[in-house]
């Protein structure tokens, strides 16, 4: 198994900011992902973050919004840019070892105002 | 594309009541399939899993078998406690070309136990 922590683990943030969150898994994995759970909703796959190459993003989700580096095997930051209140979500790092699981995050949670 | 619906919520339940959640999916190939559960203020944790038809997962009083033939994945527990009070998600895992993993969720649902 992998631990992940996160940090900050929530924000206020004003509109037209941006937000940094910083996600650091305790040993090497292969594979790292972020993901958005938008209040009352499940959880919705942002982007792979890829180490050493430029992250693979979901239908809907563009670099310039949610710009993604992933610069070893346990460290990821996804930027928010350009806040909106439609960004007030939870964001949630995770990481695969290879196999089919992956582990979760504590989670950011962000407010726009 | 992959799909996971979840049984309409919220739920409620005394104590020491059967819980069943119903989990059924949509997939090519053959699929992991699993359930996290997401306490109040935390992340998601795995809490159990199967990767081949007929396999059944389970962890702490929690059970769910992969059914192939009706492409489900139903969460049982014989006797909830107060502590299972949390949101339940099921998530199916499909291996995509190039070994790139993706997890598709459920919608979630969300159970309360009273006392």
Redesign the interface.
Known sequence: SAV?SQKPSRDICQRGTSLTIQCQVDSQVT?M?WYRQQPG???T?IA?ANQGSEA?YESGFVIDKFPISRPNLTFSTLTVSNLSPEDSSIY?C?A?TGE????????TRLTVT | GDSVTQMEGPVTLSEEAFLTINCTYTATGYPSLFWYVQYPGEGLQLLLKATKADDKGSNKGFEATYRKETTSFHLEKGSVQVSDSAVYFCALFASLTGANSKLTFGKGITLSVRP
């Open positions: 992940i594979m992902f909703q499940s959880l796959l792979t693979t949630l995770s695969g089919d699981e992956q582990y979760f995050g504590p989670g």
